[in-house]
């Protein structure tokens, strides 16, 4: 179909344009050129042939002042050669003799401008349409000299344009359908041409429209190389993510919708016993204190979502700060409840200060997380360690601890969110399977990694770095 706003048709149009508007531009260069050469052509042999009988008339014109039938005789054999009307005028501008016997000018004044210059020693020219031929026709006058130099007379030729019409509008049609033929070899060209374009770009806009209806399997099937096959490697690479991230945004709706559920129908539960049945004292307390602990749990899923949502959201405010008085300041912190746990709390930091680039308020809730992990999976009597090591440009960061460890088949999930070892053990200890997530998006938004080691039964290490500032 034939759509104006479509590359395809524009394209032609443009071509088509372009073809005709040089094509135009060749011809009119082309016609006057020829016509200014076939024109001089003609004004140079008649004014040779003028020259010639001038040469030839000189003697007789001197004294001829009444028309000739001799001259006019002589008239017609040199209009016979030169193929022009030939006059003869003499001194005093009339007709002395004539090449067209019937009609013609004998006896008459012949006023033209080129007979005045040539009487005047100039060769006249003048190009001119004939409305009794009904054609253009070139005259030419020439001036005669008598022996002395003396100026008898004057010759003029009149010549029919006829021939160099005719090869002008041989050119011309010639050209008329050079032009055809080139516009539709460009036409046709630029047709084929603009469907190897656009055919690729065609088949882009139908996938992009079907990945826009949420069709995100989508894959575009372009082979080419160009910029047309790079788009389709990028809208490709788009849809994958798309995809990606919209199937993980469903598992994560699910898992926090499964996830708030849990405590939410505790809640109901207990709420409504508390309602229906009579319950001793203690009893109402136990409920109560339930209630409470599920409470807790939900606030501290909305808090763990919310921390997630901000560092999703966008860029975290960082300022040059000594990463080795931040993790003092945590030790110092939370180690009472260690102690409470009847776990040691080890601390192997260096005397002089480290400072990285980093949101205070962000690393504190990374390294909170991790050590409450330390604590919520380790039995009393072990220990947990912090260090701070150095290398090259960064500072990196240990957390160890003598717990029950990770399966190596977990390790490379526990980051994930809502992912859980054990998901009794986790809910027990009041964990959202949301804190190791946390800190791998912190860690990620400081430019910086997070990885874990561990061995079922022996402990971990969970380690992260921070890019160093000076
Ligand atoms: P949770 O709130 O369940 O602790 P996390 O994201 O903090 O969620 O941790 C994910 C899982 O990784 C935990 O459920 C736990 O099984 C495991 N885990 C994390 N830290 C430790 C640790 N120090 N020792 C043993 N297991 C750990």
Redesign the pocket.
Known sequence: MFRFRSIRSRLTVTFLAIIVAVMFIISLFLYNLLQRYYQNGLQDSLTRSGNLAAEFVAGHLREQTDPSVSLSRFAANFSRQSRARVIFINRQGIVVGDSERIGGLLGQPLNRDEVLSALEGRVGTSVQYSATLRQRVMQVAVPVQGEGGDLVGAVFLSASMQEINVILSAVLRFLFFTTLVAMAVVGGGSVILARRFTGPLEVLTAAAGRMGEGKLDQRVEVSSRDEIGQLAAQLNIMAERLNFYTSNLKHFAANVSHELRTPLTSLSLLAKSLQEYEMEPEQRQEFLADLDRELDRLIALVHDLLELTRLEEGEIQREKIALDELLREIINQVSPRFVRQGLRLISDLPAKGVFVAGSPPHLRQAVH?LLD??L???SPGGWVRVSLWLEKDKAGVKIE?T????PVKDLPH?FERF????QAR?RE?G???????IVKETIDAHGGKVWAE?KKGQG?A?HFTLPLVY
Do not use: C, E, P, Q
């Open positions: 997380n992990n330390a919520k999976y380790t601890d717990g029950h460890g990770i526990i992912y859980r070892v054990d986790s200890m964990g959202t399977g949301l804190g190791l997530a561990s971990s969970f």
